[in-house]
């Protein structure tokens, strides 16, 4: 063997158990009873400790232009923070342009990640210009190792805003293609609604942001869309859903035997509406809107029981230069928080600490559900004979207060600011290769690969 990790408590979809693991060639080789005999050219000793797949972050922004500046974190950046938290893949997004095929967008983002990332990388592809030579070119990119898509229900003034035709002609060819669409899910007109209130009233304060997007302003948005998927015969991935009343709508249709597909974020399980107190509420800006306490923990039930199925981070990043060009404004303030790096720490201390989830649904919800879903499986999510040794080892009893010091994202604020979490590993391995130990990276820019994905199938909702 190559290495082989000894002594460790491994974390599977079916528990936790003792086991050791062989790793040869960049791949899981064997999984071996503990204090086997077996010899290798190294060793790391795990006793102690958790042994768990690599975190698959299916929803990050890396140096992405948007409110009128460009998210901080670069694709170097942004992988490197993503390793230090466990993540060894991650996928961003390839945003078409006016004017631009399908295919055009993809080789842009692609070259861009490819020189700069890390960590393992793949692409979902955004539609913003829909037009039949668009939907032409879909089957195109999903042959090129892309089969999922976005779509946005708001951000009309950035000319991403799809309305409900083009929502269900997107639809319908990825039913075609067997292709899943994700869907940013607001009502844009409630949200102008209630924004001119806040302005005829005199209030442009920080929490207008979340007051001008009530939780019916997304849940509304939810039912529509899946309704809309549910007639096509389309896959439909609800991402960043931060309202409870969103996820009983996905209950409701899950009730009913629809296999929707929905995603939540760490910042709409553990902050809530008092983040925007202060002189910085401004910092907690995102889109949609962190809420209340009582959606945090229906959200939080949400993922233990199974109605949401990934956790991810809408990682976009901004300093707090770029936050403060607000001047005040709730509408001026770029959307967007940094998460990348603190994905597994916060569901390591918050949900499996504070008993909210078992190691294995941890893992399903960051590792194995979003492989299944994106086409990555077994290749990655599992710690399974013949798997990318993708690895995170995490000594459970360390622990780490949050300071932007003690992090490595591009940004000089955290919204986890002061919170102490267990679940930094102690090393992050990527295809066999140690890429973070002991506080040090190890990796470099540009070894992450482009991962070329199938349409998933079977049973993705677990």
């Not at 959606?295 to 993922?303: F, K, M, Q, R, T």
Request: charged fraction near 20%; include cysteine.
């Amino acid at each position: 063997m190559d290495l082989v990790i000894r002594g460790g408590t491994v974390v599977g979809e079916s528990g936790p158990y003792r086991a050791d693991i062989g790793i040869r060639d960049g791949r899981i080789a064997a999984i071996y009873s503990p204090g086997n005999a077996v010899e290798a050219r190294a060793t790391i000793d795990a006793n102690g400790k958790l042994v768990l797949p690599g975190v698959i972050d299916v929803h990050v922004h890396m140096e992405i232009p948007f409110c009128g500046t460009v998210s901080s974190d670069d694709f170097a950046s942004g992988s490197k923070a993503a390793a230090f938290g466990g993540v060894t893949t991650m996928i961003d997004f390839a945003i078409q342009a006016p004017g631009e095929t399908l295919a055009e967008a993809v080789a842009k983002r692609k070259e861009v990640a490819a020189a700069k990332s890390a960590i393992d990388f793949g692409l979902h592809c955004g539609i913003t210009d829909w037009s039949p030579a668009t939907r032409g070119g879909m089957r195109e990119v999903v042959e090129a190792g892309i089969p999922s898509f976005k779509v946005f229900m708001i951000y009309k003034q950035e000319g991403w805003m799809a309305d409900d035709g083009v929502m269900f002609e997107c639809f319908e060819e990825a039913a075609s293609l067997g292709a899943t669409v994700c869907v940013h899910a607001e009502n844009p007109y409630l949200i102008d609604v209630f924004t001119e209130r806040a302005l005829a009233s005199g209030r442009t304060d920080a929490v207008q942001h979340a007051l001008s997007r009530p939780n019916f302003s997304e849940s509304e948005a939810v039912q529509r869309a899946v309704y809309l998927a549910a007639m096509s015969g389309a896959k439909v991935y609800i991402v960043h859903m931060s309202a409870s009343d969103s996820a009983r709508v996905v209950e409701e249709w899950l009730a009913c035997g629809y296999p929707v597909l929905a995603e939540t974020c760490p910042q709409y399980l553990v902050l809530d509406n008092r983040a925007f107190e202060g002189p910085d509420g401004h910092l907690y800006a995102t889109c949609p809107p962190i809420r209340f306490e009582e959606d945090c923990e229906y959200l939080w039930g949400a993922v233990a029981g199974g109605s949401i199925q990934v956790v991810s981070t809408d990682h976009c990043s901004f300093t707090r230069a770029q936050k403060d060009a607000w001047g005040g404004d709730f509408r001026k303030i770029p959307f967007g928080l940094p998460g990348v790096e603190t994905l597994l720490p916060i569901l390591m201390t918050h949900g499996v600490g504070e008993g909210r989830l078992p190691l294995e649904r941890l893992v399903e919800v960051l590792c194995a559900n979003p492989a299944r879903i994106f086409g990555l499986y077994p290749e990655k999510g599992t710690l399974s004979v013949g798997s990318d040794a993708d690895i995170v080892v995490i000594d459970p009893k360390r622990k780490k207060q949050i300071t932007p010091g003690s992090l490595h994202m591009n940004c000089d604020y955290s919204p986890y600011e002061g919170d102490t979490l267990t679940g930094f590993p102690d090393i992050t391995m990527q295809r066999g290769r140690v890429i973070v130990e002991d506080g040090k990276f190890l990796g470099a820019a540009g070894e992450g690969r482009f991962l070329e994905r199938k349409p998933a199938g079977g049973d993705e909702s677990g």
